[in-house]
């Protein structure tokens, strides 16, 4: 299903889409509408020349706006005014459209940047979610009449007990929608947008009929709904051709083949060179899906062998690593009794652990200690550390030789003197 979704993604759309996104940008206009409550019973005109306080609207048990266009539009603008007297705390909101009062399609998802009662203006998606792509050649605008504007919850520092803080208020005077309603565009939006909601419709009854084996009906529909379908020998040299005719094909040729290699045959290193392929020739294909997908992070236990060298337990311990070698340095640590001055490396390759110095202070080095630091220099080679946790009832006299000998190292660096 996942494929499918991002084949569905590249089909072509109708080529009369440039002539509606000119109307757009040339001939925008502000549309009439009516506002109302959503059983219909009372209506309110709201002003659209600055901010009039009989016009505000004001509602506690609705929680929708309900928005009736005078005639079908293509709407692209949605402007919103608050009345900020009234409580009109609400945030993020969402906006649906359609031709019926059910306001089926999802045209914005967005929030109000400001508690105040200057207008702000929303752009709103107008062309049908399962076919959006970069191109405006095969885009499918969507007509509507009815427009809902749902709040989803109170903005933030809201009074807590209050009604704002708990069932959010509506408070706009001024609501404004742009977008064309000439008859002749719109009723090349309504053909289209209708040839498409149609196809939409037998492409699932054809999956249905496919999926439950029922040839007979599948070669009707499909017949009648795709007259000019690709045979067999044309799909297969549209495997990987991002725009196909979405008049000739009711699925894209590589979900045809995937399930036919997949489900019929159960096919599977066939079915993954498909995809593999498909990557290759569309390196999009999956963008939308991998933009809904969430990671999950994926955990290995690394344990050393019985028998095999590797530090004992501890705390206040400190790493770091070279990503060169893919090797991580591991260096002192509190063992519950002790503080402690080994210094091991975890070979990640050969998934080993060997003591480079069991006692670093014997061997000239820093002292034992806990809860330092450590750091990596990958253009030298070399580990630095400094610093250490001292109880209050210990004195500096204890010899640390961390950041007293970290700075003879860069004295020694800035000298050109060799470090020791």
């Known amino acids: 299903p996942t494929l499918a979704r991002c084949l569905w993604s590249c089909i072509m759309r109708d080529v009369t889409a440039p002539t509606i996104q000119k109307q757009l940008e040339n001939n925008a206009k502000l549309l009439s509408y009516s506002l109302q409550k959503e059983d219909g019973k009372e209506s309110i005109a709201l002003q659209t020349e600055g901010f009039i306080k009989a016009s505000q609207w004001v509602t506690t048990s609705q929680q929708t706006l309900f928005v009736r266009l005078e005639r ?15 409580s009109s705390l609400f945030k993020e909101f969402k906006v649906y459209g359609g031709m019926t009062p059910e306001c089926k399609h999802k045209l914005l998802h ?68 742009w977008g064309i309603d000439e008859p002749t565009t719109m009723a090349d939006v309504m053909a289209q947008y209708t040839r498409h909601m149609e196809r939409d419709l037998a492409r699932v009854c054809l999956k ?13 529909l499909l017949h009648s709904s795709f007259p ?8 297969d040299s549209h495997l990987y051709t991002e725009t196909i005719d979405p008049a000739r094909c009711w699925e894209h040729p590589l979900a045809t083949r995937l399930h036919s290699v997949l489900v019929e045959a159960g096919d599977l290193a066939a079915a993954e060179q498909l995809i593999l392929q498909a990557y290759k020739s569309m390196p999009h294909l999956f963008d939308d899906y991998l933009s809904r997908t969430t990671y999950t992070p994926q955990w290995t236990r690394i344990e050393a062998p ?19 070698d893919e090797q991580i340095f591991l260096f002192g640590g509190w063992d519950g009794t002790r503080e402690l001055a080994d210094l091991w490396v975890y070979d990640i390759r050969a998934d080993t652990w060997t003591e480079l110095s069991p006692d670093t202070y014997k061997d000239g080095g820093p002292t ?15 580990i630095f550390t400094i610093g250490k946790y001292l109880d209050s009832d210990r ?10 000998g970290f700075l003879a190292n860069l004295n020694a660096l800035r000298s050109g003197e060799a470090p020791q």
């Open 228 to 235: 000019h379908h690709m045979d067999s020998m044309e799909a």
């Open 208 to 220: 249905h009929f496919r999926r439950c084996g029922m040839k007979v009906p599948f070669d009707a």
């Open 306 to 324: 019985d028998g095999a060298p590797r530090p004992g337990m501890r705390g206040g311990h400190q790493m770091c690593l070279n990503e060169a």
């Open 395 to 404: 004195t500096l006299s204890t010899p640390t030789h961390g950041l007293l």
């Open 72 to 86: 079908p539009s293509v709407v692209s603008i949605l402007a919103l005014g608050r009345f900020k007297a009234h």
């Open 368 to 382: 034992p200690r806990s809860c330092h630091a450590v750091c990596y220099d990958a253009a030298n080679r070399r």
């Open 110 to 177: 967005s929030s109000l940047r400001a508690n105040n009662d200057k207008g702000e203006a929303f752009e709103l998606v107008n062309v049908s979610a399962a076919q959006q792509t970069s191109s405006p050649n095969f885009e499918v605008y969507i007509p509507v009449q009815y427009i809902r504007i749902v709040p989803l919850g109170p903005r933030p520092g809201a009074p807590h007990g209050t009604l704002a803080a708990s069932q959010p208020t509506l408070g706009f005077w001024l609501v404004e929608l």
